[in-house]
């Protein structure tokens, strides 16, 4: 759960949990072959074993819990999920596209192996 802002993976959006938007986008996404999900939260695995019977969960480890820093997840999550390539996104993307996504890991295979990862930022205009 978050630490700033409690139940906010839960919280609705259009009638929906907040995690469920961004795990449809993925889903319609043809380039990825597979989705996997890391939680601790009883409440997101059901919600994924219900609405998305195809995402595999990771149960978090109990020393990821808390507020770790995102890159000792991805260490623990790559260790765990043998893949040429990896995606990482989090539930408070409820308006990212199927399209942008897809757009992005295009753009990725273009440039590879020149490059090793691509990140994406959204400007700031004043």
């Known amino acids: 759960d ?37 939680t601790d939260s009883p409440e997101i695995k059901a919600g994924i074993k219900r609405h998305f019977p195809s995402i595999v969960v990771i149960s978090r480890p109990p020393h990821l819990c808390n507020d770790p820093p995102m890159n000792e997840i991805l260490m623990h999550d790559t260790s765990v999920v043998d893949a040429d390539l990896y995606i990482q996104t989090h539930s408070t993307n409820p308006f990212l596209s199927p399209s942008s996504i897809a757009a992005s890991i295009e753009k990725f295979l273009e440039v590879t192996p020149a490059y090793d990862s691509l990140f994406s930022v959204t400007r700031i205009q004043e």
Do not use: A
């Open 2 to 38: 978050s630490v700033r802002v409690p139940r906010k993976n839960y919280r609705q959006l259009l009638n929906r949990p907040l995690f469920h938007w961004i795990l449809t986008s993925l889903s319609k996404v043809d380039l990825i072959t597979q989705i996997v999900v890391d």
